[in-house]
Every structure is written in structure tokens, then in C-alpha cells.
T-cell receptor, first 116, second 111 residues
Framework: EPEVTQTPSHQVTQMGQEVILRCVPI?????FYWYRQILGQKVEFLVS????????KSEIFDDQFSVERPDGSNFTLKIRSTKLEDSAMYFC??????????????FGNGTRLTVT | GEDVEQSLFLSVREGDSSVINCTYT??????LYWYKQEPGAGLQLLTY?????DMKQDQRLTVLLNKKDKHLSLRIADTQTGDSAIYFC???????????FGPGTRLSVLP
């Protein structure tokens, strides 16, 4: 069965550094998402992306965050200048169809980001 | 507001049934989902229910939906140790693309 793949599985970075988290969504999916989960806390929506642009974003997704689909397969999340509180598990997800239809999210296994 | 709620912990004995409850706030949600998260892993889709259904059964899983009370439950029959995980309910708001997740219920299965 096709999967969403994320790399790396674990990223350690120093505060103030830029990080790029990478995802390869399922190939025939059209909607792409980033969520994050701080240890032991809720799964929080960051951003959704469709048709090469951001369709929704949360308050967490401020100017330090950006997303890109640089080619036909990758979907990246960039954090420009990391803060300690950005430490979390970041999940990429994709879905095939339009919101009105039953089109569940398929998640990758996540990238654990540790900011020191 | 968009706030999905769940109780945080549930312990059951192996072989018993587990019932995980969820309340959601938007009565116009079209689909409601249950996801399972094992330690160190992503969220795995377990099952879903469309809002015009009351019940859906899928092997050991039974989903009940009470639209009037905005209450969703997941029953796992004959719970096994492999069912130990965090279970998230999620709704998708109509005309939106954002899935809203509950805080997750940590299910512990005791031998």
C-alpha cells in the first residue's frame, strides 16, 4: 500500500538555525498537510496546501514557517530560525480528494525535531 | 468553536471490551475518523463514519455516532495487548480542509 514517507526521522538542531523537513506524499494525492505534536500533547494543525498554494494555516504557522512543493513529489516544511519551543514531532499527511468526499488523511511516521 | 474532546486515559483487561468516547463541537461535520498512534509512529487510520450513519462495524471495531449529542464512540471488542496505543478522534469541518483532532485517549491493556 502506498505510504507517506518523511525524512529525516530525527533532526537535532541548534536554536536559531534553519531546518527543512521533507515529505513525499502519496503520488496521486492532491492535498498536503503538516501537523505537529509536542511530546504528550495534541496533534496540532499547521498548514494545508493544494494546487501549489497554502489553502489554510493555523496561528502556529507564523512567518518563521514556510512550505514548498519544489517538484512533483516532495513537500517540505522550513523553519527559518528555530526556537526551543519548536521541538516536537512533525507529521506530514496527504489526502486524495476534495473535502466533501470521504478522503481521510494518510500520515507519515513523523520527524522528531529537537532544538537545543 | 473547534474543540474535539476525549478522556485522556483508559485501562482495560485483555479480552474485555474497550469504549473510547469523543465529543465534537461542529454538528455539520461530514465525516468523523478514528486514528491509532503506536509509540514512535505516525497516526494510522482505523475507521471512519459518515454523519448520516448511526453505527458502523468493522471486525472488532464498532463506531457509534449520536449526532444530537455530538458524541462519537469507538468500541474495541476482545481487546488485545496489541491494541495498547493512543486513539484520536478527528472531524473534518464542512467546506474546510483542516482535520481537527482530539487530545487522544491512551488505552492500556492489562494482562
Amino acid at each position: 500500500e502506498p505510504e507517506v514517507t518523511q525524512t529525516p526521522s530525527h533532526q537535532v538542531t541548534q536554536m536559531g538555525q534553519e531546518v527543512i523537513l521533507r515529505c513525499v506524499p502519496i503520488s496521486n494525492h492532491l492535498y498536503f498537510y503538516w501537523y505537529r505534536q509536542i511530546l504528550g500533547q495534541k496533534v496540532e494543525f499547521l498548514v494545508s496546501f493544494y494546487n501549489n498554494e497554502i489553502s489554510e494555516k493555523s496561528e502556529i504557522f507564523d512567518d518563521q514557517f514556510s512550505v514548498e512543493r519544489p517538484d512533483g513529489s516532495n513537500f517540505t516544511l522550513k523553519i527559518r530560525s528555530t526556537k526551543l519551543e519548536d521541538s516536537a514531532m512533525y507529521f506530514c499527511a496527504s489526502r486524495k480528494g476534495a473535502p466533501a468526499y470521504n478522503s481521510p488523511l494518510h500520515f507519515g511516521n513523523g520527524t522528531r525535531l529537537t532544538v537545543t | 468553536g473547534e474543540d474535539v474532546e476525549q478522556s485522556l486515559f483508559l485501562s482495560v483487561r485483555e479480552g474485555d471490551s474497550s469504549v473510547i468516547n469523543c465529543t465534537y463541537t461542529d454538528s455539520s461535520s461530514t465525516y468523523l475518523y478514528w486514528y491509532k498512534q503506536e509509540p514512535g509512529a505516525g497516526l494510522q487510520l482505523l475507521t471512519y463514519i459518515f454523519s448520516n450513519m448511526d453505527m458502523k462495524q468493522d471486525q472488532r471495531l464498532t463506531v457509534l455516532l449520536n449526532k444530537k449529542d455530538k458524541h462519537l464512540s469507538l468500541r474495541i471488542a476482545d481487546t488485545q495487548t496489541g491494541d495498547s496505543a493512543i486513539y484520536f478522534c478527528a472531524e473534518i469541518l464542512p467546506y474546510g480542509q483542516n482535520f481537527v483532532f482530539g487530545p487522544g485517549t491512551r488505552l492500556s491493556v492489562l494482562p
